[in-house]
C-alpha cells in the first residue's frame, strides 16, 4: 500500500471502517479520502464500499446526477484510462487535478481518493486527486441537502475537533 494513503494518525495501513468499525482487511473494498490544506493533511478517512454506498443513497438523485456530470463534463476517463490504465506508478494518477488538468506540484490545497481491495490499491479511475477550486465548484453544484448528509455524517463519525473542519472556502471536505 502506498504511503500516502496510509493513516496519516498512526502511520500505518487504515485497519477499521469509519462509519461501521468493520475490519478494512476483510471488507470487500473500501475507499480513503484526504484533505490537504497548506500542504497539510487536515482530514482522513477510511471507509468500506458497503458504507459509502449507504451513504450515496441518502444523497438526493439531483446531486448524485450533478455530481456525475460534473466528473463526466471536466473528465476524459477514456483519455485516462488510455494513458494510465490500470498498472501505472500510484504517482501518476494523482499528478494533476482529475477535473482541471493542474499540475499537482503545485498545488497546496486539494483532496486525494483511493480505492482498495483488501490491502491492494485498485488502479483505474482511482486513485485520483482533484484541486480545491474544482472540490469548491463541484460543491456548488450539490444541493444544500446533500450538503447536510455530509456534514451530517462527518459530525457523527468525527465527534471533536476533526468535525469543525473547514476547508478555506467554509465547507466540509466533500469525500469524493
Ligand atoms: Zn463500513
Ligand atoms: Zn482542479
Known amino acids: 500500500m502506498p504511503d500516502n494513503f496510509y493513516s496519516l494518525e498512526t502511520g500505518k495501513p487504515f485497519t477499521h471502517c469509519c462509519a461501521c468499525d468493520c475490519q478494512l482487511s476483510e471488507a470487500g473494498m473500501h475507499i480513503i479520502n484526504k484533505s490537504y490544506v497548506a500542504g497539510e493533511c487536515i482530514f482522513e478517512l477510511a471507509m468500506c464500499i458497503e458504507c459509502r454506498e449507504d451513504m450515496n443513497a441518502q444523497l438526493s438523485e439531483e446531486s448524485r446526477v450533478a455530481i456525475f456530470d460534473f466528473m463526466h463534463d471536466h473528465t476524459d476517463m477514456d483519455q485516462r484510462e488510455q494513458e ?48 480545491s477550486a474544482c472540490e469548491e465548484k463541484l460543491g456548488e453544484t450539490i444541493s444544500d441537502e446533500t450538503r447536510d448528509v ?3 455524517f462527518i459530525g457523527e463519525h468525527f465527534p471533536g475537533p476533526p468535525s469543525e473542519i473547514e476547508l478555506p472556502n467554509g465547507n466540509k471536505p466533500l469525500l469524493m
Open 150 to 152: 455530509w456534514d451530517k
Open 84 to 131: 494510465l490504465g490500470t498498472d501505472s506508478n500510484t504517482e501518476a494518477y494523482l499528478q494533476s487535478c482529475i477535473t482541471c488538468g493542474t499540475d499537482a506540484h503545485g498545488l497546496t490545497n486539494y483532496s486525494t481518493g483511493a480505492m482498495f481491495s483488501h490491502t491492494t490499491l485498485v488502479k483505474g479511475p482511482f486513485p485520483m486527486l482533484i484541486c
